[in-house]
Nanobody, 115 residues
Framework: QVQLVESGGGLVQAGGSLRLSCLAS????????MFWYRQAPGKQREWVAG???????SYTDSVKGRFAISRDYVKNTMYLQMDSLKPEDTAVYYC?????????WGQGTQVTVSS
């Protein structure tokens, strides 16, 4: 099992930046990729970005060029650097991973972008 704890959310003006963190309770070396999702009010949860076990990154089109996913193996932490934020990025952001093929989610962190 692995526990995930997100942090770093908050209120920011449009055009601003935030860095989200996702701290894992165990080494992230053995995890099968790590991901960021978000859920806006009244909408379904959507995939935002992912980083594979070989550190290949991928992004949904709406955040390409603005968001960057990374991870620190020493700190067992995944990050999402979010720049040029827009009001439509407002959502609860969740991290997700798989351990032994079982999915695990964090509790989420709120990001609010004001216009």
């Amino acid at each position: 099992q692995v526990q995930l704890v997100e942090s770093g959310g908050g209120l920011v003006q449009a055009g601003g930046s935030l860095r989200l963190s996702c701290l894992a309770s165990k080494s992230i070396f053995g995890l099968n990729g790590m991901f960021w999702y978000r859920q806006a009010p009244g909408k379904q949860r959507e995939w935002v970005a992912g980083i594979s076990s070989s550190d290949t990154t991928s992004y949904t089109d709406s955040v390409k060029g603005r968001f960057a996913i990374s991870r620190d193996y020493v700190k067992n932490t995944m990050y999402l650097q979010m720049d040029s934020l827009k009001p439509e990025d407002t959502a609860v952001y969740y991290c997700k991973t798989y351990d032994q093929s079982d999915p695990y989610w964090g509790q989420g962190t709120q990001v609010t972008v004001s216009s």
